[in-house]
């Protein structure tokens, strides 16, 4: 699959929209973020809710004691339960600062997963400069659901939910597409052959929006029965990338990020060799991922 991270600063200098925050601005950035996330984490305690440093957040909590230095989003993990729960009390306990999109409810849907943002804030970049989406700085939430006991069972249920995934994504992607997603895609020829195809499905796919889609993948693969086997199928490997063991992620292990406490999966080891292999080593820079941002305004 085409990897559009490693095209990300030779795009931002050859475009007029698109830029690196600054440092400055990515302090900015990252103080916002850590004052939303001790705001979601109070709600959490609040009702004994499990929340779990997902992804780069996690490793940047066992790397660098916080954030990962070039980075600039945090990502939480929250079982299917919990996350239900802290969409019902949403309204109630934070609806005076942030605003949030997910599917299958009364709020706006805008991806598979939940965006909880910030309201007077502005974090634009090229996939929802176009669209109808809150554009505030925003904390992603990934739902973990209990997978099927059943190898076999939990083998085709992970084929497809990748597939709708991919159709869902490609469907997003065609509806919302605009010239300077044109132009990211457009680097290489690798590049260009992903996106048109992408853009195929997509349009094949068009006989339901985006967002119906997002929300036919929500109700289909989650999971309530009980297992000792779960998986985060919108996350960052997505479903067979991200199948663990009960154990590797629970219970939750206190750790301190920016000074604050946090949690991360029990064997946080494997979860992190399991997504970045030797996590540890200092990537080159060229390798190191960031966003593509239009507008930022705190």
Known sequence: MFNTRKYVSKIANNSETLYSLSEK????????????????????????????????????????????????????NMPREDYNLF??????????????????????TTHIFTKVYKKNTRLIDMFNSA????????IDIFPIENAPKSKVVRALKGFLSNTVYYIAASTSLYQQRNQTVEEYF?????GKVNYNIRKI??????FKSYKE?????????????????YC???????????????????????VKFEGTIAYVPNNVDYYLKNLYGDYMKIPPEDKREKHMIIKFEI
């Not at 889609?213 to 086997?229: E, G």
Request: hydrophobic share 35%; aromatic share 14%; net charge neutral.
């Open 25 to 76: 601005e990515n302090i900015q950035l990252k103080q916002c973020l850590l004052k939303m996330y001790n705001d979601i984490l109070e709600v959490c305690i609040k009702y004994k809710l499990t929340v779990l440093l997902g992804g780069g957040s996690a490793l940047g909590a066992i790397r660098h004691g916080g954030f990962i230095p070039w980075d600039d989003d945090l990502d939480l």
């Open 87 to 108: 969409i019902q009390v949403f309204d109630k306990e934070l609806s005076d600062k942030y605003e949030i999109t997910t599917p299958n409810s009364k709020y706006q």
């Open 131 to 138: 669209t109808d989406t809150p554009k505030g700085i925003f």
């Open 186 to 190: 457009s680097v290489s020829r690798v």
């Open 201 to 206: 499905i997509g349009f094949l796919a068009s």
């Open 213 to 229: 889609w997002y929300n036919f993948y929500d109700r289909t693969f989650t999971n309530s029965k009980p297992s000792n086997v």
């Open 232 to 254: 985060i199928p919108s996350g960052r490997n997505h479903y067979f990338g991200e199948i663990y063991s009960k154990d590797v992620l629970f219970p939750p292990r206190k």
